[in-house]
Structure formats: structure tokens, C-alpha cells
């Protein structure tokens, strides 16, 4: 199932000197949800200060490879290496970024709440926020410019608003690696712009590593180094511009698929369908087992 | 009135239940809170009802109504727990269970055969608690509230942001089934106030009363814990001098409560919208 990925380990040529390990490294690494297989003998490996987009349709295990990070799913074999050492739950050096999901409109929590759970909220006790911690709050709200919202009830803001405060939520432990997942869903262009824009910032400004799930390509083409795409547990990854080609999609989709670059954007065809679909609408994707 | 107050404030009784009162306001207000974001008044109903059952059947035996009422929630609490934690399958797993053992409830108290009793559970009576039932109260309420304590950021965290709670290490389940045994205790505490049937007016009105007060969390827990004082200690109080039971004060108190929250709090200027969006 893995055929096409197998061969194109970044592993060996990209990883660092032993004084600066990579952000992270999959080695042959499979992930199966009973007999499920995800994604099987995945290898990648990312030097710290890079931005890796993970593309590929829904139910293709995007989440799943954050989740693997994060040491909430276990592989089923090979394995994986996060800033030096086995996954971990808990692990301060790495922030999370959720999809926009929305909160009540009268949950009594306020932007500066959920980026103070983002100090100390895993920590077992009663008590309040340390003057550093709320030191730190206010920087984090200052580095998304969320200021002047942090007052608000967080249910009443819009969804770039909710997004910003959850970009501080995810800076203010200080991490190393970003993992994000889908935080430009249901977001309009501009803020899928801006969001993008303070993400990336960070890993620039900072020298931190940024994984970014999305199912389209297009927001994150400045700042991605690199992309895995995955799709029927195959993968492929490798610079944008060597991933995301006819040849390699068609191969991983086991289907006739072009991949077309109009206007600095890229729109992935299926030609089965007759009509233009894009990146955007996985599904509409022809189904491998075809019968010609 | 008053005079009849300050005669009987030196009571040993009357001041224990004062004090029991208001650990037990403590628990609820703090309870509350968590009960209304997640959701839970169904399970708070059937641990109640099922804590009514073993009232029940602790005094069939000849053993303490209060620790039978414990015993009956936890249990619910281990049931409810053990077979649905999904929101999904809860509100299936709690009226299984609650239909259940309410069953066994109606067999107590038939081969009981006194009826004021059932009376007494369902509607509540702290006034007629022994006292040493009282002093195991205070007992309770002092280790719920201290097992509160030690669990409530992380069971913020996970109540109102379970998905990043996870990522950042929170033991999301661990701290459900947690929650849910305070839950038992909390609500075995409340129900020697106001009754099995009418545990909601401590377990969810302050709660719901503070939401619509302010947006701070913690003001939130404070209004709440407000709310449950102001309710049961004014409840008690006023039911030591007239023949009304203590239950119809409590739950007249919180409604007024949420009522003039509800109508007073777009004065307040709570939710003020957003300039930007």
C-alpha cells in the first residue's frame, strides 16, 4: 500500500548534525486503529525551523500523524522521534492549534481565559495565574493582536477572532513545534490569510517548526518548505513542486489526475469526473477500484 | 421572627447545621458550575434518585440514611461511568440505570412500610438529620470540596476545551469519571438540604444563575457558590421559624435568583456584544 512513498525517505539526506536534532523523524512508521491500517512505513524527516504541510483528503489519517505526535496514538510499528525523544503526552515544548469549532455562544470563559488554560490549565490545582503567567498572557495577546477582544466572551467573537486567541493559546507555552490542525477551516480568505500569516511568522521569527494540516494547499504555498501527501494509506513527500504534480497524484490516487497551476494557485483535476474539483472537495475523487 | 432567630442561633443543632449548610452550599456552587457546562442535570437526577434507593435500603438494615444515599450515588456514578462516558450513549446509560434502581427503591420502602420516610428523602428535612448524620455532612462536604480543589483547573481545561485539554496532556477521561464521583458525593450532600426531588435547585441554579452574570470564570464560581449560600442558609434559617420545610425556601430563593439574573443582567451590560465583529 505504501509503494509509493517507500523509496523517497527524506531521512537520510536532510538529518542534522547529531548537535541539532530534527524536529521530528518518522521512521517506517505505521499507524492502525484496530485492523485499520491509517498510513503504513511512513518516513519522514523535519529539521527544526521548517513548515511542513500535511495535505491528502478527509479520513486519510492527517489528524492522525498530529495525534502520533502528540503521543495520543501509538504506531503499530516503526518509529518516531519528537524534538530528541519518544512522543510524549503532555510535552510543554509542543502547541496545538484546533480546528475552528466554535464555543457556545454563553460559555463564561473570555479570550484571555483560554489563552491562561494555555498556561497552567493542565496543571492539577485550585489556584489562580502567577503574575509571570499573566505577564505571559498579555504578551501572547499581544503578539496575535488580540487586545482588544480579550474581554469578551469568547462565544461572541468571530471565527479569525476565536483563531488568533487560539494561536496565543498555542504560543504562550513557548513551544518548539506547532502542530495545527486544519485552523483555517471554515475561515473566510481574509483571515485564512492572516492566520497563516501569524503562523508562519512565528516559525520565521522564532526558528520554530510548524506542522499544518489543511486539505488545501494554496494558503500555505509561501511558507511551506515541504509537503506529505496523504491519501488510501499511500504517501508522498518532497518539496511542493515535486509533490503536487500529474504524475505523482495519479500514482497516488491509482487514478488519472491532473494537477494544474493557474494563477500562482494549484487546483488538483480527476479527470473521471468530467467536471473541475479541486483540492477542496476531496471526495469527488474517483474511487481506485475501477473497471474499465 | 427575629427574636425567635436569635433565641434559637445558640442551639449546638442549630449551629451545626448552619455549618453543614454551608459546606454543602460550598460543594454546590462549585459543582454547579461543571454540571451546567457539561451538560449533566440528567445524571445529577438519577444519582439522586438512585441515592434515594439506598437511603432507603440503609434504613431497612438499620444503618445511616446519609452513607446509604452516598453509597446509592456512587454506585450510579460507577454504573453511569463504567458503561457510557460518550454523550452519546449517557442519557441512555443514566435512564437505564435510574429506572432500575428506582425499582429497588419502591421494594425498600414498601417492606419498610413508613411512608413519612419516603417523604422526608424525597423532599429533604436537614432539619430532622441526627446529629451524627450531621457531623458526617460536614465530613463529606470538607473532602468533596478539597477533592474539588485539587482537580479544578484541569477539570476547567477539559470542560470547556476538551480537544487542546487533551493535546496539552489532560487526562480527559480520567478526569470525567473523577468528576463524576465528586458529582456522587456533591449530590448526596445536597439532597439532605432539599430532597432527591428537587436536587436541582443546588445543583444546577447557581450554576445557570452565575452564567448569566459574567463571563469571568471565576467570578462565575463565586456568583455561584453566592447563590447556593444565599439559597440554603436563608432556607434554613427561615424554615427554623416557620412550619414551611426547608426545600420550598431553597428553590424559591434560587429562582428569584435566576429570574432577576436573567432580567437583570442586560442592564448589567454582560455580553456586550462585539465592537469588531
Same mark, same amino acid.
Given at each position: /500500500?505504501?509503494?509509493?512513498?517507500? #523509496?523517497?525517505?527524506?531521512?537520510?539526506?536532510?538529518?542534522?548534525?547529531? #548537535?541539532?536534532?530534527?524536529? /521530528?523523524?518518522?521512521?517506517?512508521?505505521?499507524?492502525?486503529?484496530?485492523?485499520?491500517?491509517?498510513?503504513?512505513?511512513?518516513?519522514?524527516?523535519?529539521?527544526?525551523?521548517?513548515? !511542513?504541510?500535511? @495535505?491528502?483528503?478527509?479520513? #486519510?489519517?492527517?489528524?492522525?500523524? @498530529?495525534?502520533?505526535?502528540?503521543?495520543?496514538?501509538?504506531?503499530?510499528?516503526?518509529?518516531?522521534?519528537?524534538?530528541?525523544?519518544?512522543?510524549?503526552?503532555?510535552?510543554?515544548?509542543?502547541?496545538?492549534?484546533?480546528?475552528?469549532?466554535?464555543?457556545?455562544?454563553?460559555?463564561?470563559?473570555?479570550?484571555?481565559?483560554?489563552?491562561?488554560?494555555?498556561?497552567?490549565?493542565?496543571?492539577?490545582?485550585?489556584?489562580?495565574?502567577?503574575?509571570? %503567567?499573566?505577564?505571559?498572557?498579555?504578551?501572547?495577546?499581544?503578539?496575535?493582536?488580540?487586545?482588544?477582544?480579550?474581554?469578551?466572551?469568547?462565544?461572541?467573537?468571530?471565527?479569525?477572532?476565536?483563531?488568533?486567541?487560539?494561536?496565543?493559546?498555542?504560543?504562550?507555552?513557548?513551544?518548539? !513545534?506547532?502542530?495545527?490542525?486544519?485552523?483555517?477551516?471554515?475561515?473566510? /480568505?481574509?483571515?485564512?490569510?492572516?492566520?497563516?500569516?501569524?503562523?508562519?511568522?512565528?516559525?520565521?521569527?522564532?526558528?520554530?517548526?510548524?506542522?499544518?494540516?489543511?486539505?488545501?494547499?494554496?494558503?500555505?504555498?509561501?511558507?511551506?518548505?515541504?509537503?506529505?501527501?496523504?491519501?488510501?494509506?499511500?504517501?508522498?513527500?518532497?518539496?511542493?513542486?515535486?509533490? @503536487?504534480?500529474?504524475?505523482? /497524484? #495519479?500514482?497516488?490516487?491509482?487514478?488519472?489526475?491532473?494537477? @494544474?497551476?493557474?494563477?500562482?494557485?494549484?487546483?488538483?483535476?480527476?479527470?473521471?469526473? %468530467?467536471?473541475?474539483?479541486?483540492?477542496?472537495?476531496?471526495?469527488?475523487?474517483?474511487?481506485?477500484?475501477?473497471?474499465? | 421572627? *427575629?427574636?425567635?432567630?436569635?433565641?434559637?442561633?445558640?442551639?449546638?443543632?442549630?449551629?451545626?447545621?448552619?455549618?453543614?449548610? =454551608?459546606?454543602?452550599?460550598?460543594?454546590?456552587?462549585?459543582?454547579?458550575?461543571?454540571?451546567?457546562?457539561?451538560?449533566?442535570?440528567?445524571?445529577?437526577?438519577?444519582?439522586?434518585?438512585?441515592?434515594?434507593?439506598?437511603?432507603?435500603?440503609? *434504613?431497612? *438494615?438499620?444503618?445511616?440514611?446519609?452513607?446509604?444515599?452516598?453509597?446509592?450515588?456512587?454506585?450510579?456514578?460507577?454504573?453511569?461511568?463504567?458503561?457510557? &462516558?460518550?454523550?452519546?450513549? +449517557?442519557?441512555?446509560? =443514566?435512564?437505564?440505570?435510574?429506572?432500575?434502581?428506582?425499582?429497588?427503591? $419502591?421494594?425498600?420502602?414498601?417492606?419498610?412500610?413508613?411512608?413519612?420516610?419516603?417523604?422526608?428523602?424525597?423532599?429533604?428535612?436537614?432539619?430532622?438529620?441526627?446529629?451524627?448524620? &450531621?457531623?458526617?455532612?460536614?465530613?463529606?462536604?470538607?473532602?468533596?470540596? $478539597?477533592?474539588?480543589?485539587?482537580?479544578?483547573?484541569?477539570?476547567?481545561?477539559?470542560?470547556?476545551?476538551?480537544?487542546?485539554?487533551?493535546?496539552?496532556?489532560?487526562?480527559? +477521561?480520567?478526569?470525567?469519571?473523577?468528576?463524576?464521583?465528586?458529582?456522587?458525593?456533591?449530590?448526596?450532600?445536597?439532597?439532605? =438540604?432539599?430532597?432527591?426531588?428537587?436536587?436541582?435547585?443546588?445543583?444546577?441554579?447557581?450554576?445557570?444563575?452565575?452564567? +448569566?452574570?459574567?463571563?469571568?470564570?471565576?467570578?462565575?464560581?463565586?456568583?455561584?457558590?453566592?447563590?447556593?449560600?444565599?439559597?440554603?442558609?436563608?432556607?434554613?434559617?427561615?424554615?427554623?421559624?416557620?412550619?414551611?420545610? $426547608?426545600?420550598?425556601?431553597?428553590?424559591?430563593?434560587?429562582? $428569584?435568583?435566576?429570574?432577576?439574573? +436573567?432580567?437583570?443582567?442586560?442592564?448589567?451590560?454582560?455580553?456586550?456584544?462585539?465592537?469588531?465583529?
Amino acid at each position: /500500500m505504501s509503494g509509493n512513498g517507500r #523509496s523517497r525517505s527524506l531521512g537520510a539526506s536532510l538529518a542534522a548534525s547529531p #548537535s541539532d536534532q530534527p524536529a /521530528m523523524c518518522f521512521d517506517q512508521a505505521t499507524l492502525a486503529y484496530d485492523d485499520r491500517v491509517v498510513w503504513s512505513e511512513l518516513s519522514i524527516t523535519v529539521p527544526r525551523g521548517e513548515f !511542513l504541510a500535511v @495535505l491528502g483528503p478527509n479520513g #486519510s489519517g492527517k489528524t492522525s500523524l @498530529l495525534r502520533a505526535l502528540l503521543g495520543l496514538a501509538p504506531l503499530a510499528s516503526g518509529s518516531l522521534e519528537v524534538l530528541g525523544g519518544p512522543p510524549r503526552r503532555g510535552n510543554p515544548a509542543i502547541g496545538y492549534i484546533p480546528q475552528h469549532a466554535g464555543f457556545d455562544r454563553d460559555v463564561p470563559l473570555r479570550g484571555r481565559d483560554l489563552v491562561g488554560l494555555g498556561v497552567d490549565g493542565h496543571r492539577w490545582g485550585f489556584g489562580r495565574l502567577s503574575g509571570e %503567567g499573566r505577564t505571559r498572557v498579555e504578551a501572547a495577546l499581544e503578539a496575535v493582536a488580540a487586545g482588544p477582544y480579550a474581554n469578551e466572551p469568547i462565544g461572541r467573537l468571530s471565527g479569525g477572532e476565536q483563531q488568533r486567541l487560539r494561536i496565543a493559546q498555542a504560543l504562550v507555552g513557548n513551544p518548539q !513545534l506547532l502542530l495545527c490542525d486544519e485552523p483555517l477551516a471554515s475561515l473566510d /480568505m481574509r483571515y485564512q490569510q492572516e492566520i497563516t500569516e501569524l503562523i508562519g511568522g512565528w516559525a520565521r521569527d522564532r526558528r520554530g517548526t510548524v506542522v499544518f494540516v489543511t486539505h488545501d494547499v494554496n494558503p500555505v504555498l509561501g511558507y511551506a518548505d515541504r509537503v506529505v501527501f496523504v491519501v488510501n494509506g499511500r504517501w508522498a513527500a518532497g518539496p511542493t513542486d515535486e509533490v @503536487l504534480t500529474s504524475e505523482k /497524484m #495519479s500514482g497516488l490516487y491509482d487514478a488519472p489526475v491532473e494537477v @494544474l497551476r493557474v494563477r500562482g494557485r494549484i487546483v488538483v483535476v480527476g479527470e473521471a469526473s %468530467g467536471t473541475g474539483f479541486d483540492i477542496d472537495e476531496p471526495h469527488h475523487f474517483p474511487e481506485p477500484v475501477g473497471a474499465h | 421572627m *427575629i427574636d425567635q432567630l436569635l433565641h434559637l442561633l445558640p442551639y449546638a443543632f442549630v449551629q451545626d447545621m448552619l455549618v453543614a449548610g =454551608v459546606l454543602v452550599s460550598i460543594v454546590a456552587g462549585l459543582v454547579s458550575r461543571f454540571v451546567v457546562a457539561r451538560n449533566m442535570s440528567f445524571a445529577v437526577h438519577a444519582l439522586a434518585e438512585v441515592g434515594f434507593t439506598g437511603s432507603a435500603g440503609f *434504613i431497612l *438494615i438499620g444503618l445511616s440514611p446519609v452513607l446509604g444515599l452516598l453509597t446509592g450515588s456512587l454506585v450510579t456514578a460507577f454504573f453511569i461511568g463504567a458503561l457510557g &462516558l460518550r454523550i452519546r450513549e +449517557r442519557d441512555a446509560v =443514566v435512564g437505564v440505570v435510574m429506572a432500575f434502581g428506582l425499582g429497588l427503591g $419502591v421494594l425498600f420502602i414498601t417492606l419498610y412500610a413508613r411512608y413519612s420516610l419516603a417523604f422526608t428523602i424525597l423532599f429533604g428535612a436537614i432539619t430532622t438529620v441526627s446529629q451524627g448524620d &450531621l457531623m458526617l455532612l460536614v465530613a463529606m462536604a470538607a473532602l468533596t470540596i $478539597v477533592g474539588l480543589g485539587v482537580m479544578y483547573r484541569p477539570l476547567t481545561f477539559a470542560t470547556v476545551d476538551p480537544v487542546v485539554a487533551e493535546a496539552r496532556g489532560v487526562p480527559v +477521561r480520567l478526569i470525567s469519571i473523577l468528576f463524576l464521583l465528586l458529582l456522587a458525593a456533591a449530590v448526596a450532600e445536597a439532597v439532605q =438540604v432539599v430532597g432527591v426531588l428537587l436536587i436541582l435547585t443546588l445543583l444546577i441554579t447557581p450554576g445557570a444563575t452565575a452564567e +448569566r452574570l459574567t463571563a469571568q470564570p471565576g467570578l462565575a464560581t463565586a456568583a455561584s457558590v453566592g447563590v447556593a449560600l444565599l439559597a440554603t442558609l436563608g432556607g434554613i434559617l427561615l424554615a427554623l421559624v416557620t412550619a414551611v420545610p $426547608v426545600s420550598f425556601y431553597v428553590t424559591t430563593i434560587a429562582f $428569584v435568583c435566576y429570574l432577576a439574573a +436573567r432580567l437583570g443582567a442586560p442592564a448589567l451590560g454582560r455580553f456586550r456584544g462585539n465592537p469588531t465583529a
